[in-house]
Nanobody, 125 residues
Framework: QVQLVESGGGLVQAGGSLRLSCAAS????????MGWFRQAPGKEREFVAA????????YYADSMKGRSTVSRDNAKNTVYLQMNSLKPEDTAVYYC??????????????????WGQGAQVTVSS
């Protein structure tokens, strides 16, 4: 098993940036592809970005494409989500998740086995 803890959330003005981190303990992150999801109040959890085991391949939701970068440092057992040009509609709880599945890139939450507790991101207008 792997335990995931997000950090770096907070309050930011529209147009600002935030970098979320996801630190893993337990099993090494090299064993998993990683994803970021978000959930706004009253809405379903949605895919944000994903990164392959080695970090060589990345995938983004259309809503975040061009404004975010997912990366990983397997030596530090940590995954990152850099978000720029933030908008009020980006306000949500952001979750990182670990997937052992080859279909992680689809962004389907069911392909992810382990989840963090979430980090609140609030973007003010």
């Amino acid at each position: 098993q792997v335990q995931l803890v997000e950090s770096g959330g907070g309050l930011v003005q529209a147009g600002g940036s935030l970098r979320l981190s996801c630190a893993a303990s337990g099993r090494t992150l090299r064993s998993y592809a990683m994803g970021w999801f978000r959930q706004a109040p009253g809405k379903e959890r949605e895919f944000v970005a994903a990164i392959s085991w080695s970090g060589g391949r990345t995938y983004y939701a259309d809503s975040m494409k061009g404004r975010s970068t997912v990366s990983r440092d397997n030596a530090k057992n940590t995954v990152y989500l850099q978000m720029n040009s933030l908008k009020p509609e980006d306000t949500a709880v952001y979750y990182c998740a670990a997937s052992p599945s080859a279909t992680y890139y689809t962004g389907s939450p069911v392909t992810y086995a382990y989840w963090g507790q979430g980090a609140q991101v609030t973007v003010s207008s």
